[in-house]
């Protein structure tokens, strides 16, 4: 999915602590994985996450709807191929 | 100096502090300037978070200065532009988004260079308190790399514009960094900081392969060392008064408190 000046939409993960379920807490528009990683954790720094990690949104594949961020991605299961 | 308990003039550990406090300082003003400016809300964010960095940087510099008998409010709120002893390619607003990669690419990374070489010196304090200050930079480092590749790869006038400002901040840069006086040879034997041989040539690793990608070769870079002042370890000038002004935090004197 692309964004604008040619970039990439990536979405953000995170979690605050140890053990507890990753998020997702936003997304970001970037040119590549090295800016993408710096406009999260800069963009999203309202917490000190324990971990947070970016992934590129063509890359999440939708299993049961179609009607989400990533929808477009896939035809979700059900659907014709 | 005032508020220096060694009378008007610094030692040269105090002036090697001073001198990375400042630019960093400097440096956060400048990044500032682009907050609202820069090509996207993401990177504007990011200019913000480095412009916060760097000021959290000076601050713990100056602070450090009181084991030297400075008064780090006096240090940070009185000083004219002309005591300031900031990096030179800082001293004029960057005019555009360009200039803004290059300070990033070029006195960013020198600053990381020489933070590494005190956190490796025999100063405890900063062996205790810039690795923090290291681990951040690594987002600059990140942020200025991308970028400088993007606009390099883009050619035409973004490549262009990236090619003069680095040219014109590297060889000032480069004098600053590494300094061929006295008082900083006397700290390097002292084991405070790394030789300006050695950082030199730390810079040079460091920074090839992003002067490769824009046709220069780093390591053939002469350092402009006219006019140098072995008392402010810079060449002539001085940062823009507005940007000492906001330094200082002149417009708010009046809510200063004890």
């Not at chain 1, 990536?10 to 990683?37: M, S, W």
């Not at chain 2, 607003?93 to 590494?116: F, H, N, Q, S, T």
């Not at chain 2, 390097?188 to 810079?203: I, K, P, T, Y």
């Amino acid at each position: 999915m692309t964004a604008g000046l040619g970039e990439e939409v990536y979405d953000v993960f995170a979690r605050k602590n140890r053990g507890e379920p990753l998020h997702h807490i936003g997304y970001v528009d970037a040119d590549g994985e090295a800016l993408a990683r710096v406009y999260a954790w800069t963009t999203y720094d309202e917490e000190n996450w324990f971990e947070m990690c970016v992934i590129r949104r063509d890359n999440i594949i939708p299993v049961n709807r179609a009607d989400g961020p990533w929808g477009t991605n896939r035809p979700p299961i059900g659907e014709a191929q | 100096m005032t508020g220096g308990k060694q009378g008007s003039d610094p030692a040269p550990f105090a002036r090697h502090l001073l001198s990375l406090a400042d630019t960093k300082r400097i440096l956060g003003i400048r990044y500032s300037d682009w907050l609202l400016g820069a090509p996207s809300i993401e990177t504007g964010i990011a200019a913000s978070a480095m412009a916060q960095d760097e000021w959290g940087h000076a601050r713990l510099l100056y602070s450090m200065l009181k084991d030297f008998g400075f008064d780090p409010f006096e240090i940070e709120h009185e000083r004219p532009a002309a005591r300031y002893y900031s990096a030179p390619a800082l001293d004029q607003p960057l005019e555009d988004w360009a200039g803004v990669v290059a300070a990033v690419a070029v006195v960013d990374r020198a600053l990381e260079v020489a933070l590494e070489s005190l956190s490796q010196g025999s100063f405890e304090l900063a062996r205790s308190r810039v690795p923090k200050m290291l681990a951040e930079e690594e987002f600059h480092r990140s942020f200025g790399d991308a970028w400088f590749r993007r606009l390099s790869e883009a050619g035409g006038e973004a490549r262009k514009r990236l090619e003069s400002h680095v040219g014109a901040m590297l060889p000032s840069t480069l004098a600053w960094l590494a300094p061929d006086d006295g008082p900083y040879a006397e700290l390097a034997s002292e084991g405070l900081v790394r030789s300006s041989e050695e950082v030199r040539e730390r810079f040079d690793q460091a920074f090839a392969h992003l002067a490769g990608a824009i046709g220069i070769d780093a390591g053939a870079v002469e350092p402009d060392r006219s006019g140098w002042d072995e008392m402010r370890r810079r060449g002539p000038g001085a940062p823009a008064e507005d940007a000492v002004e906001r330094a200082r935090g002149d417009r708010n004197r009046a809510l200063f408190v004890e």
